[in-house]
């Protein structure tokens, strides 16, 4: 791991592309030992479904659009500027509840959640992930699914 500071401008988009839609990694575990940041572009309609993570904690800041998260018994019906910390172990799940891509910065720590993502982009780019290669996916990167990926229309 460099010691160097990291700097991204806005003509270099280093990450994957999920659902058509853009997820920039602006810092992974392979500048830092505590967080990984990455600004995601949400298709509209795209749900994670819900699910946990037993280890890593999540921030995530709405940039653009609308979307509703259940958080534990919580729905939060989030526009710009709504901010969420979700500790290890609350169930939570996210849907873009517009017409629009939505757009979040998120963080998970501790970092190496960008593997996940990259394996995830490589899965869906072969058409829908077989449900046993995605579930082994999740319990290496500390993801429990609770329930199924949804995407309305």
């Given amino acids: 791991m460099s010691a160097n500071a990291v700097i991204r401008m806005p003509d270099e988009k280093k990450g994957v592309m999920l659902r058509g839609q853009p997820m920039v990694f602006l810092v992974t575990g392979e500048n830092t030992k505590h967080t990984s940041m990455f600004d995601w572009t949400i298709p509209a309609g795209f749900a994670t479904g819900r699910h946990v993570h037993r280890v890593q904690e999540e921030t995530f800041y709405l940039l ?3 979307c509703a998260w259940h958080v534990g018994d919580k729905t939060i019906r989030a526009t710009p500027g709504t901010y969420l910390f979700i500790p ?5 799940d996210i849907t873009n509840v517009s017409e629009r891509p939505a757009r979040v910065l998120l963080t998970v720590s501790p970092p190496g959640h960008e593997h996940y993502f990259e394996e995830l982009a490589k899965l ?21 699914q609770l329930s199924t990926l949804t995407t309305r229309g």
């Fill in 124 to 144: 869906a780019a072969r058409g829908a992930p077989d449900p046993k290669a995605l579930a082994d996916l999740r319990n290496r990167y500390d993801t429990d």
């Fill in 64 to 66: 653009e659009g609308e």
């Fill in 88 to 92: 290890p172990g609350v169930p939570h």
